[in-house]
């Protein structure tokens, strides 16, 4: 079995591999995320492929490498993770009582001897939140929760009880959506678990 590394950081990510019993090691991407395309699923794609190829390169030996990035979107306009608190709460106050997309982008680059394989997809989820009122935003917010998360909340957290209802994988919302991943890996003749 080839070695497996998840370049990304996110706790949320690692838990959900570890869900599926894959067996990797984690060594996050460290460069700058940059977006420089306006649709959404080509912004988390490109993303993604950055922190893959990232640490990529830097491997020697037979190696997959699994890189993704996750975004919100509104109306169209990107919500990344927010800067403050003050940020939280705006994206928070747009959100509530409204509907938005969770996009998130994966990329996966494999190499075995002298064949190298690079795959980039991503999943789109729709999320309803139910009305939220001042106080409850400022209570989560300073609950420190949302800060390091896109579209200032976490779903598989406190965030869960704004959540009216969701189409498409919830998974994905998480930050992570497994089953495609393991069944694109799989087309892609990659063992993710022992």
Request: hydrophobic content about 35%; aromatic content about 6%; charged content about 25%.
């Amino acid at each position: 079995m080839r070695k497996i590394i998840l370049a990304s950081a996110s706790p949320r990510r690692r838990e959900l591999l570890e869900q599926i019993g894959a067996v990797f090691e984690v060594c996050p991407a460290k460069g700058e995320e940059k977006i420089t395309k306006t649709d959404p699923g080509e912004a988390v794609e490109e993303l993604s492929l950055g922190k893959c190829r990232e640490i990529f390169s830097e491997q020697k030996d037979d190696v997959t490498v699994i890189g993704a990035d996750t975004i919100v979107t509104l109306d169209g306009k990107i919500l990344g993770k927010p800067s403050s608190q003050e940020d939280a709460v705006k994206m928070l106050s747009m959100l509530r009582g409204r509907s938005h997309q969770v996009f998130t982008g994966v990329t996966v680059m494999s190499r075995e001897g002298e064949n190298v394989q690079t795959l980039t997809f991503h999943e789109s989820s729709q999320v309803s939140f139910y009305p939220m009122s001042d106080r409850e935003i400022q209570d989560y917010v300073h609950s420190g929760e949302p800060m390091d998360k896109a579209g200032a909340y976490g779903i598989q957290g406190k965030g869960a009880v704004f959540v009216r209802e969701i189409q498409g994988d919830y998974n994905n919302v998480v930050g992570l959506p497994v089953a495609r991943l393991y069944q694109e890996m799989k087309n892609m003749g990659i063992q993710i678990r022992e």
